[in-house]
């Protein structure tokens, strides 16, 4: 019965993995994006330096996908406009696209916070359900 239990919510848990690692990576952009700006205007660090301080953005920075569908496309566009152009032309694109990844970011915690619990719970409580049905 603690099996059935258990592997349920498991599942909850692997099925809520992908939010958090959706609010990680959007947090470790946004923070990216800002120690960029910073760099450019007061540093000459090379990209993989700031991107080694993370734990995904180096895999990004090397074009690797850490995130599916939409919002790999939206870090894929990003990352290849990084470093192609003159420093204010590069300060001016991470203003302009510091809005856009806060309010990923903004949304991807949201999400988190509101369903990784309710995947944990909704598994848990259909294990009991399983449990006392078999019992």
Same mark, same amino acid.
């Given at each position: ?26 947090? /470790?952009?946004?923070? &990216?994006? /800002?120690?960029? =700006? $910073?760099?450019?205007? &007061? ?10 301080? &993370? ?8 074009? +690797? ?8 496309? &939206?870090?894929?566009?990003?990352? +290849? ?5 003159? *420093? ?5 694109? =991470? ?11 903004? /949304? *991807?915690?949201?999400?988190? +916070?509101?369903? *990784? ?8 409580? $259909?294990? $009991?359900?399983?449990?006392? =049905? =078999?019992?």
């Amino acid at each position: 019965m603690c099996a059935i239990i258990a592997a349920t919510t498991s599942i909850g848990v692997i099925l809520s993995a992908d939010k958090k690692r959706r609010a990680q990576v959007y947090t /470790e952009l946004y923070e &990216f994006n /800002e120690k960029m =700006l $910073i760099n450019l205007k &007061f540093g000459r660090m090379k990209i993989s330096q700031i991107a080694a301080q &993370f734990r995904y953005m180096p895999d990004i920075v090397v074009g +690797k996908r850490v995130l599916g569908g939409e919002d790999g496309r &939206f870090i894929d566009e990003y990352i +290849k406009n990084i470093g192609i152009s003159n *420093s204010s032309s590069q300060i001016d694109y =991470l203003n302009e696209r510091r809005n856009a990844i806060r309010k990923n970011m903004e /949304e *991807s915690q949201n999400n988190y +916070k509101k369903y *990784s619990s309710l995947y944990i719970k909704i598994a848990l409580m $259909i294990g $009991i359900l399983i449990a006392v =049905l =078999l019992a």
